[in-house]
């Protein structure tokens, strides 16, 4: 596993946001790349992952994309594909590359399954104190009591890091793409890192965002089982 980057930014907040449950991490960091025309400045290779090259309007999307915001200082963690497997060696690049850019703070968003079928999805947050925790309390953000987190997140909470860690977390009623849920955490991020987005335009282009994210991902499906049938006729 390699991180290769043509910039590097000191001080930055890291949002990651991976496909969990109900997209809500890949659909939040796509929105906040599209809408504050962040710049892809490198990307982390891996060697489990299928070697895939997708293009998308004439541009290279990575598998797992770095990007920048250089007016708020944030730098966002694009993933488009299953990340099973190499969770704890995505958790130690992302804790090396925390500590070589002297990251501010690092937020995950995650969407959980709700049993309850609230009128509006409920927010939860967990933080290791910083910045992060602060203004979660200032916006009334109830911290999650009870639960059991896997994948990245849960690899990212486990880490040895000195960095201030902290997640947000959203209920979702559904393992499809859910917009309207991803829509509500970016009005938390507007009020955390005062971004002043619209979160209209995901409402208007939900399908269009999430057939978009779709199309990725199944080319990443395909591509992984393809990868595997390679593997089983090398030992068949």
């Known amino acids: 596993m390699e991180i290769r980057l043509q910039q590097k930014p000191k001080g930055a907040t890291l949002i990651e ?23 892809c400045i490198g990307t982390i290779l891996v060697p489990e992952l299928p070697a895939m090259a997708t293009i ?17 200082n944030l730098m966002i963690l694009h993933i488009i594909m299953p990340i099973h497997g190499i969770e704890w060696k995505l958790s130690g690049m992302i804790t090396k590359l925390a500590k070589e850019l002297a990251f501010k703070d690092i937020l995950s968003i995650e969407g959980v399954n709700s049993v309850v079928q609230h009128p509006t999805p409920q927010l939860f947050s967990y ?9 979660f309390e200032k916006l009334k953000i109830p911290p999650l009591r009870e639960g059991i987190v896997l994948g990245l997140t849960g690899a990212l909470m486990l880490a040895e890091m000195k960095t201030p ?17 991803a829509a509500i955490v970016i009005g938390i991020l507007n009020d955390v890192f005062q971004l002043k987005l619209d979160t209209q335009p995901l409402l208007e ?4 965002f999430e057939q978009k ?5 199944e080319r990443g ?3 992984s089982s393809e990868q595997e049938k390679k593997k089983l006729s090398y030992v068949g």
């Open 17 to 39: 946001g991976f496909p969990g449950f109900g997209l809500i991490g890949t659909i939040v960091t796509e929105f906040l790349i599209d809408q504050l025309k962040a710049e």
């Open 56 to 72: 998308h309007d004439h541009q290279l999307v990575y598998p797992i994309g770095i990007f920048y915001d250089r007016k708020h």
């Open 127 to 135: 933080a290791t104190g910083g910045v992060m925790q602060k203004r």
């Open 165 to 181: 860690y902290s997640c947000l977390f959203i209920e979702t009623h559904s393992a499809l793409p859910d917009s309207k849920a």
């Open 205 to 208: 282009q939900a399908q269009r």
């Open 213 to 217: 994210l779709r199309d990725l991902m």
């Open 221 to 223: 499906r395909v591509a």
